[in-house]
């Protein structure tokens, strides 16, 4: 909010909405992520069409090769979500990878991903189902594996 609309609304004498006035909250500028799957042109084109009449969209970006479309506005993610769902009837969801090396362990089993793209990895930051091990730090990698059966420098103390 600029100096002038702080002003404007120090200033409205508007006395019996006075006190009941809400502020309006104005949306910020996303950069929302979904996955898609896109076999043809044709879907790639139904994609794209469906969220570019979205009003405060200002930017779509679509990547066939790697199922992913980025809207750039001042949108609502939750309503990008289910408007491509609702216009292409296809299965969607948020863009659930990061890169490789923005993860402690990205080839541990729920990190890592056949499906990803090149240099991708599931976000296990952010997602509660995860392991611990993929969220684990190397401090406790070490200790857990220390007597591990399956380490073969592990201690055997018996």
Known sequence: MGFFDFVSELCDCDWP?????????K???LTVEIKVKMDCEGCERRVKKSVEGMK???QVEVNPKQSKLSVIGYVDPDKVLERVRHRTGK?????PYVPYDVVPHPYAPE?????????????????PQAGELARASSFEVKYTTAFS??????????
């Not at 299965?91 to 863009?95: A, C």
């Open 17 to 25: 909405h006075f006190h009941s006035h809400k502020r309006i909250k």
């Open 111 to 127: 990190a890592y991903d056949k499906k990803a793209p090149p240099g991708y990895v599931r976000n296990v930051l952010q997602d």
């Open 27 to 29: 949306k910020q500028l």
């Open 91 to 95: 299965k969607v969801e948020f863009w």
């Open 149 to 158: 059966d399956e380490n073969p420098n592990a201690c055997i103390i018996m």
């Open 56 to 58: 405060g969209v200002t």
